[in-house]
């Protein structure tokens, strides 16, 4: 089944504590994005990725890392995470933009951070 | 940046045609229109996409006048299940080296009521 998977689920952790969330798509999808999520300010983009090696900020990529190493993968790195960065994280990969192809989107990770 | 407006929410009944409107003055010629889908706490889902005049799927029409400024997506008889946020998405004209931002406007939210 095509999809994009996002790990964990659910994460609460503290102030200042590495983490990273892992997303990974099945469709050899060359775009890869990570979007927040807040009440009140819809989805916000963090990071893009046009292909391996090739990421660029999003509009709100401040406290956040990326990576794309690999093509089916695009892990979001927060180095030192702050009560302000509590919310719904979206992964999403598509064909490439310039086919304004459909996004296809995980199932989130709710984070807290306290 | 083709941004988007759309209202806020929308109240309807079971067996109704709902339509939302989504204004895009600033649509590039190479942009398509798409719209999504998402219930709480889930990923958005892709509806449909357009280019100009009329697209229709199992799910949902999308109507763009010829100006191409703005975009209709018609959902006919909905039911309570169709209870969601709805999001207008034009992508971003301008692809640079490393790609394209894509920046949702703030969604409509559709409540289907008995």
């Known amino acids: 089944e095509a999809q994009v998977t996002q790990n964990p689920r659910y994460l609460i952790t503290v102030t200042g504590k590495k983490l990273t969330v892992t997303c990974s798509q099945n469709m050899n999808h060359e775009y890869m994005s990570w979007y927040r999520q807040d009440p009140g300010l819809g989805l916000r983009q963090i990071y893009y990725?046009?292909?391996?090696?090739?990421?660029d900020k999003g509009d709100v990529p401040e406290g956040y890392k990326v990576s794309r190493k690999e093509k089916r993968n695009f892990p979001l790195i927060l180095e030192s995470p702050s009560p302000n960065q509590t919310s719904l994280y979206f992964c999403?990969?598509?064909?490439?933009?310039?086919?304004?192809?459909?996004?296809?989107f995980g199932n989130g990770t709710r984070l807290t951070v306290t | 940046l083709a941004k988007t407006t759309q209202p806020i929410s929308m109240d309807s009944y079971e067996g109704q045609e709902v339509n939302i409107t989504c204004s895009h003055n600033n649509i590039a010629t190479n942009d398509y229109i798409t719209w999504y889908q998402q219930f709480p706490s889930q990923g958005p889902r892709f509806i449909i996409q357009g280019y100009k005049t009329k697209v229709t799927n199992e799910v949902a029409s999308l109507f763009i006048p010829a100006d191409r400024k703005s975009s209709t997506l018609s959902l006919p008889r909905v039911s309570l299940s169709d209870t969601a946020v709805y999001y207008c998405l034009v992508g971003d004209a301008e692809i640079k080296a490393a790609g394209n931002k894509l920046t949702f406007g703030g969604g409509t939210r559709v409540l289907v009521k008995p």
């Open positions: 999403a990969s598509s064909l490439p933009r310039t086919r304004n192809s459909p996004l296809h």
């Open positions: 990725s046009m292909n391996v090696e090739v990421t």
